[in-house]
């Protein structure tokens, strides 16, 4: 079964706006991910936090973290319509070298 | 370096046929790993492959599905007596460590049966 779940689903905003994304997962973790899918495209690696980080950003992105909650959570600042795409957390367990994906967050951003 | 290269990009295959898909990996990566996206969903794994091994298949449907990556060319991904709920998109990554968090995606091939 699919170990990180995104929250919301489906999400609309105005340009300029923050978006804010969340994502569940059930076993403990090393680390977690942040993928970005375009309709019908491949996907692009945003940000990678470890299981001993709390916070990391990168430009407009801030992912966070908290291992007793299992939960994490990417905002986007400032939102541009080119931020409109698909949003995948993605776990990598203890002892296995796959990546768990959750089901995603579609965002659209309306300019 | 041109990055992880699947192709072909769309394949339409009718019930029965074979699908061979094909993903060759940056330069310097030994380890590549095979995902499928269904419609709506997140990718799910499938198999986890290093030159002339396989190291891990549990994601891997037990019949008509295959895997290898040879000491020469590309990962072959192949698909058997297609099905129509074999149509989904078929990811590959590549990786220089085997460490998940070094992954590079393809663009994947999105595989229809009709």
Known sequence: SQQGEEDPQALSIQEGENATMNCSYKTSINNLQWYRQNSGRGLVHLILIRSNEREKHSGRLRVTLDTSKKSSSLLITASRAADTASYFCATHQGGSEKLVFGKGTKLTVNP | ?114
């Open chain 2, 1 to 114: 370096n041109a990055g992880v290269m699947q192709n072909p990009r769309h394949l339409v295959r009718r019930r029965g046929q074979e699908a061979r898909l094909r993903c060759s990996p940056m330069k310097g990566h030994s380890h590549v790993y095979w995902y499928r996206q269904l419609p709506e969903e997140g990718l799910k794994f499938m198999v986890y492959l290093q030159k002339e091994n396989i190291i891990d298949e549990s994601g891997m449907p037990k019949e008509r599905f295959s895997a290898e990556f040879p000491k020469e060319g590309p990962s072959i991904l192949r698909i058997q007596q297609v099905v129509r709920g074999d149509s989904a998109a078929y990811f590959c990554a590549s990786s220089p460590t085997g460490e998940s968090d070094s992954y590079t995606f393809g663009s994947g091939t999105r595989l229809t049966v009709v």
